[in-house]
């Protein structure tokens, strides 16, 4: 089992920046990715970022040159930095974490965050 605890999410006005972590417990970890996904009220969730162990990264279209994503192994966390940020960034960011070629997900609590305009 893994748990996922994220934070740093809220409110920021458009163009300013925010810092997620989300720090992953209760398991030997091997190799794995974890990310970010987000989902806006009445849309489906997508992905935002992902991260290997390795240090491999994918980005959604949408966010690539705004957002970062890096990850700490000795301390299992991932970071998400959202740089420029828009209105339509607004959603419940999740925490993601997946053994690398496993089906399972295993997803943190989520944590809000809103861009005004």
């Known amino acids: 089992q893994v748990q996922l605890v994220e934070s740093g999410g809220g409110l920021v006005q458009a163009g300013g920046s925010l810092r997620l972590s989300c720090a992953a417990s209760?398991?030997?970890?091997?190799?794995?990715?974890m990310g970010w996904y987000r989902q806006a009220p009445g849309k489906q969730r997508d992905l935002v970022a992902i991260i290997t162990r390795g240090g491999v990264t994918n980005y959604a279209d949408s966010v690539k040159g705004r957002f970062t994503i890096s990850r700490e192994n000795a301390k299992n966390t991932v970071y998400l930095q959202m740089n420029s940020l828009k209105p339509e960034d607004t959603a419940v960011y999740y925490c993601n974490f997946r053994y690398l070629g496993a089906t399972l997900d295993y997803w943190g609590q989520g944590t809000q965050v809103t861009v005004s305009s």
């Open positions: 209760g398991s030997r970890f091997g190799i794995n990715v």
